[in-house]
């Protein structure tokens, strides 16, 4: 290519940046790959005149709310036509009446966390448990084919494709490296042609390729969230972060500098320090210094996202192969959760979908148990489990709430989780895109 093509092409790629800048916004609704109806019938639209109309349940409709006693809600096709009291109520004519006296009715979970890792069935099995949207930040998007062409109902799909990572990077057949900021706009600008809703950057990538991908995702419209080790989270929200992924990414940001930089050094030298690493790293944390409280302060101004996939961590005293180093790390871990949540900080609940302490499938509910323990009220762990993580997701303009206009992606518990939260560990039926996808003779033995 001469001088002068070289030129050219570097005036029409800087015009379709510039064009591209322009026309995408911080706030652009995201899109699902929610599998197409022709693949599975379940999560077709609905014929338009058919009506159902839920009856008796509590309602918790996901805004924070008090809860609505013996409520109505009407869904017409795909949408939410009607949310409120039985006296205000108008069933249509000849809808499906199901009575949900004894139940609560609330908007389907969000797992802002999950990972596939090859297991196929996992995904319709969270959608029995309640978790009608996910998001996998870090597999390949071709990696959840096998799962659209199950034939089952799944949850809606919220993909990043692979980590966004460093040479060398932590698990390379997951990694897309990046080494400069044009190959960080270049793949960022790939990813989001595939399909990604938002772009995950992993540990070992530097705070300049941060600022760099961060730009470059917001550029197209995406959200930039990270699994932190080596970077300071308050350099990283500073540098454009949107979300952070795990309470174990603030630990050098919170612990002194001179231990900070230690296992900063060990996890460069070899990724598998951190394992034992982080624990030790927690085991020494004052989660009420000034330092944490600046942290705090910035994600409560910056408006960050923080999913802390406590169970994936959890360690307690005499838990088989663990320690009380571990287990001390752990409850700071806990306390960190607690001072977040009473500082401002946007929390919402993701799985890591296989974890210590919970059964294949109840990751999810282990999680919110583990934030229970943190200090979160039972309202403030539903709405992070579904309006906050809809906006974490950029859909709260139609998931996320039960209001009349949104699509009607809602799960029926027994009991009422506001005075027990094991309740959430016992869903009776699931809505998908106005579709029942679990019926109460499909529903399995959960306890």
Do not use: C
Request: charged share 20%; glycine share 8%.
């Amino acid at each position: 290519m001469n001088r002068n093509s070289r030129m050219l092409l570097g005036l029409v790629l800087g015009s379709v940046a510039i064009a591209g800048a322009l026309a995408a916004t911080r706030t652009k609704p995201m899109t699902d790959l929610l599998p197409p109806a022709s693949e599975i019938d379940a999560v077709a639209e609905p014929p338009r005149g058919r009506t159902t109309a839920i009856t008796g349940a509590l309602l918790i409709d996901g805004r924070g709310g008090s809860p609505a006693r013996d409520a109505v809600v009407v869904v017409r096709g795909e949408r939410i036509v009607f949310a409120g009291a039985r006296s205000a109520a108008e069933i249509p004519e000849g809808a499906e009446i199901v009575d949900a006296t004894g139940m609560t009715l609330m908007p389907g979970l969000f797992d802002a966390h999950f990972h596939l890792d090859g297991d196929v069935q996992l995904p319709p099995l969270q959608l029995q448990r309640g978790v009608t949207t996910l998001r996998d930040p870090g597999a390949w998007i071709q990696a959840y084919a096998p799962v659209r062409a199950l034939n089952v109902p799944v949850p809606r799909l919220f993909l990043t494709g692979p980590h966004l990572d460093w040479p060398p990077p932590a698990y390379p057949a997951d990694s897309l490296l990046v080494r400069d900021p044009a190959e960080a706009r270049s793949t960022v600008a790939r990813l989001a042609a595939e399909g990604a809703s938002a772009i995950k950057i992993y540990y070992r990538l530097p705070l300049g390729m941060i600022d760099a991908v961060t730009s470059a995702a917001h550029d197209q419209g995406l959200v930039a969230t990270a699994h932190l080790e080596l970077v300071d989270a308050g350099d990283a929200v500073r540098a454009g972060l949107d979300g952070i992924e795990h309470v174990t990414s603030f630990g050098v940001a919170l612990a002194p500098l001179r231990e900070a930089e230690a296992f900063r050094q060990a996890v460069i030298a070899d990724n598998a320090a951190r394992n034992a690493g982080r624990y030790a790293l927690w085991s020494g944390i004052d989660v009420d210094s000034p330092r944490a409280r600046a942290v705090l302060d910035l994600l409560v101004a910056r408006g960050t996202f923080f999913t802390p996939t406590l169970a994936v961590f959890e360690r307690r005293p005499g838990d088989p192969g663990s320690n009380d180093v571990e287990a001390r790390g752990f409850s700071n871990m806990l306390a960190f959760v607690n001072r977040a949540h009473r500082a401002g900080v946007r929390i919402v609940v993701g799985s890591h979908s296989e974890v210590p302490h919970a059964a294949r499938g109840f990751a999810y509910q282990r999680e919110m148990e583990l934030l229970h323990e943190s200090g979160l009220e039972p309202m403030a762990i539903l709405q992070a489990a579904t309006l906050v993580n809809a906006r974490f997701f950029r859909a709260e303009d139609r998931l996320g709430s039960i209001e009349t206009g949104k699509l009607a992606d809602m799960i029926l518990v027994a009991g009422n989780p506001l005075e027990d939260l094991g309740a959430m560990r016992d869903v009776r039926r699931v809505m998908l895109n106005g579709v029942w996808v679990q019926a109460p003779a499909d529903r399995p033995q959960l306890r």
